[in-house]
Structure formats: C-alpha cells, structure tokens
C-alpha cells in the first residue's frame, strides 16, 4: 500500500534546471531518511543524494555536490530534487526511495531503502 510516485521529469539542455518530486502514500515518512538514485543505460544504479528525517541533514554524490538540492515537505509527504546546471550526464532514469525505520542517523554506512518509486526519465540535451 506504500507508495513513492516521481514527477517532473523530461528533457532539459545542458545547463538549464529541473525539479522533480516524489509524493509519497500509506504512511507518513516525516521520522524517515528519503533519497534520490538514478541509473543510466548500461550503468549500476547510483546514490544521488538523501535527507535526514529532521531535515537538517543532507548528502550527496560528489558528481552532483553544487548543483542538486534535496528537500522535503512533511506536510505533504513530499520530497524534492532541485537540479541546477544539469549536463549530459545527468540524463538518467530517476528514483525516489525511503527508508522504513523511524529515526535513523544519515549515515552512508547505515541508509537502508526499502521502498522505491517507478522512476521518472531526465534527458539533458547538448
């Protein structure tokens, strides 16, 4: 009955800036760590960044650092990737994910994600 459901996705030029959004439902994630991956064609899934349950805390990849922002609205059961001077090879296929646990550290070594949203296409474009 949880669900993650992406928006926003589409073709941008290089340089230019998007904002996705993951909308989430059955249960509230405000106690919970949420994060963005992606995956190219031909490529492993990749970490793009995540944010801590109190909103305080953020991380990301050190190919985005700079240019992406993660957010969330816990009174919409929202979260959000603001991406800024979006190159090539940002273009990939975009997933929300949430951790189930309530009140876990953002941590690398300790983000578990056991929900995930169907993804959402990005194409930046030369």
């Known amino acids: 009955q949880v669900q993650l459901v992406e928006s926003g996705g589409g073709l941008v030029q290089a340089g230019g800036s998007l904002r996705v959004s993951c909308a989430a439902s059955?249960?509230?994630?405000?106690?919970?760590?949420m994060g963005w991956f992606r995956q190219a064609p031909g490529k492993e899934r990749e970490f793009v960044a995540a944010?801590?349950?109190?909103?305080?805390?953020?991380r990301y990849a050190d190919s985005v650092k700079g240019r992406f922002t993660i957010s969330r609205d816990d009174a919409t059961n929202t979260v959000y990737l603001q991406m800024n001077s979006l190159k090539s090879e940002d273009t990939a296929v975009y997933y929300c994910?949430?951790?189930?646990?309530?009140?876990?550290?953002?941590?690398?070594?300790?983000?578990?994600?056991?929900?995930w949203g169907q993804g959402t296409q990005i194409t930046v474009s030369s």
């Open positions: 994910a949430a951790d189930g646990r309530d009140y876990r550290s953002l941590s690398s070594l300790r983000e578990r994600y056991d929900y």
């Open positions: 059955g249960r509230t994630f405000r106690r919970n760590v």
């Open positions: 944010i801590s349950w109190s909103g305080g805390g953020t």
